[in-house]
């Protein structure tokens, strides 16, 4: 779990999303960036090392990172 959470920071875009792996040169594919930004987010939280807290109190893993993580991915969200 330790090594998922990991990639999962490591492996974020600048934006705030992750990568659908099935995204395609040929076409818009924000809703896939949102799919799997959106499920990111959720295992991030479920993994037990993030605790995603809407109030923006965020516990656990590297608190420093998983902040700017968390965060970055919500923003991506909002504003696409």
């Known amino acids: ?4 959470t990991r990639w999962l920071i490591d492996h974020q875009k ?3 999303h992750w990568d659908h792996p099935l995204q395609s040169a040929w076409w818009d594919d924000y809703g896939r960036k949102c799919e799997a930004t959106a499920y990111a987010l959720i295992a991030l939280n479920e993994s037990k090392s993030m605790y995603l807290n809407l109030s923006g109190h965020y516990y656990g893993y590297d608190n420093d990172t998983s902040n700017n993580t968390i965060h970055k991915g919500i923003r991506y969200l909002l504003n696409i």
């Open 1 to 4: 779990i330790d090594n998922g």
């Open 14 to 16: 600048n934006d705030g």
